[in-house]
């Protein structure tokens, strides 16, 4: 039996999203390379306000493509040669898919340059102005990772833990 919809209204394909995790082993645990979120709106903000460089997918593209397309336009370096490791995705609340995998690879975040965004600023200004997609890149622990990174991505720090730690579970 199917489920009817009132007049006019249809279901949209959910947007997707696919990014890379970059880490790295220390002698205590691991740490993982984040960005600050650019723009007027993440301004002050550090708690939740960081993110896996990660963005919206093209019509038809490749997940993975998406991913290291992504990671190098966020960052305007290119992806570190390694294996991925699938952290599977997460669902937003606003219906977002968002599909992330860990590379073990190593940058310095003095080094990046990342892309730019545009938007009307201030609201209702008629002013176009042009953002960085973030505004710097820094190396966390997974712990503190835990409280910059925005709360939707927490699921991947601990399924990035869970890899290292040898306790993931299989993707599907």
Same mark, same amino acid.
């Given at each position: ?16 999203? /696919?990014? &890379?995790?970059? =880490?790295?082993?220390? /002698?205590? !645990? $691991? *740490? ?15 708690? %939740? ?8 997918? +093209?019509?038809? *593209? #490749? ?9 190098? *336009? +966020?960052? %305007? ?7 991925? &490791? !699938? ?9 977002? &898919?968002?599909?992330?995998? $860990?590379? +073990?690879? !190593?940058? #310095?975040?003095? *080094?990046?340059?990342?892309?730019? =965004? ?15 997609? &973030? #505004?710097? /890149? $820094?190396? =966390? !622990? ?13 699921? =991947?720090?601990?399924?990035?833990? #869970?890899?290292?730690?040898?306790? $993931?579970?299989?993707?599907?």
């Amino acid at each position: 039996m199917t489920a009817k919809r009132s007049p006019g209204t249809s279901r949209a394909p959910a947007r997707r999203s /696919a990014g &890379i995790l970059l =880490f790295r082993r220390t /002698a205590a !645990d $691991a *740490e993982v390379l984040l960005g600050h979120m650019g723009g007027p709106f993440w301004a002050r903000r550090d708690a %939740g306000a960081w993110s896996i460089p990660k963005g919206l997918t +093209e019509p038809g *593209e #490749d997940l993975v493509t998406a991913a290291r397309r992504e990671f190098t *336009e +966020e960052l %305007g370096l290119p992806v570190p040669p390694g294996e991925l &490791i !699938d952290l599977g995705t997460v669902k937003q609340s606003a219906g977002k &898919i968002v599909t992330v995998w $860990a590379l +073990e690879g !190593d940058l #310095d975040p003095v *080094e990046v340059n990342p892309g730019t =965004f545009t938007m009307e600023w201030p609201p209702r200004s008629g002013r176009l102005q042009e953002f960085p997609e &973030i #505004d710097r /890149a $820094a190396w =966390f !622990d997974l712990a503190t990772a835990y409280q910059k990174v925005v709360g939707y991505q927490r699921p =991947f720090l601990d399924r990035l833990r #869970d890899h290292l730690r040898g306790t $993931a579970e299989p993707s599907t």
